[in-house]
């Protein structure tokens, strides 16, 4: 019975991680992704929404919509996210709270700066290794999973997404976007070319997206928007 619930407890854990991961994301994928049946996959999802670790919402529609219920995705929420820890948190924010009011604007940037550096500085030999832009991308997104950033790479008309799932301060980034700032110049000076921040996990997007420009247009930011019920979406 102990084997049982440690398996059924690791299965559910795989599942939250392939929401935080790849979400939005269908059931079927899961399943697919998984190896393991729908009922299966039905059964941890409505236990994480049932949790509050995650929430549905209808899949765009591509082209006409057939008969039949609409199709569902899944995505996790902050307290899902938590599954994954957080390495900040009120006492985080307190502090730069008081370093805002007592240093200034100046203070808490210097702050975002010296923690980035110390987020991609082990890594950056590794990054300027490559020459080409995009697998410095790949190389960068590779260090930022290291780090705890679940961080991933694709392909997006001319140029490369650089898509990180989790970010352990996003709570502390939503009152301080200066750490959003300095994180998108420092990836910027990495990869050696001008980068955009579409989506952040802080401002309630499903992952936190940086356009790499290899030539042709830049998409638009994301603008998220929120349910009735007050999930971001």
């Not at 392939?18 to 994928?29: F, K, W």
């Amino acid at each position: 019975m102990k084997n049982e619930l440690h398996a059924e407890g690791r299965t559910r854990r795989g599942v939250a991680r392939l929401l935080l991961e790849d979400g939005p994301i269908t059931a079927a994928a899961i399943a697919d992704t998984l190896g393991i049946s729908m009922t299966a996959v039905r059964r941890h999802l409505d236990a994480l929404v049932a949790a509050g670790e995650a929430y549905p919402r209808e899949a765009p529609v591509r082209g006409q919509r057939g008969r039949g219920r609409p199709a569902k995705v899944f995505l996790l929420t902050e307290t899902g996210r938590a599954r994954f820890g957080h390495a900040y948190d009120d006492l985080a924010i307190s502090a730069l709270r008081f370093l805002a009011e007592t240093g200034g604007e100046d203070a808490v940037r210097a702050f975002a700066q010296r923690r980035v550096a110390g987020l991609v500085g082990p890594h950056r030999a590794a990054v300027l290794a490559q020459e080409d832009p995009a697998e410095r991308a790949k190389a960068l997104a590779a260090a930022l999973t290291r780090e705890g950033y679940a961080a991933s790479t694709r392909q997006v008309g001319a140029g490369e997404q650089l898509c990180q799932h989790h970010c352990p301060v996003a709570h502390v980034a939503a009152e301080f976007p200066q750490l959003c700032e300095v994180e998108t110049a420092a990836f910027a000076d990495l990869l050696g070319i001008h980068v955009q921040r579409l989506a952040t996990i802080a401002r309630g997007d499903a992952a936190c997206t940086t356009h790499v420009p290899l030539g042709g247009p830049v998409p638009a930011p994301r603008t998220p928007t929120t349910t009735t019920e007050g999930t971001p979406s």
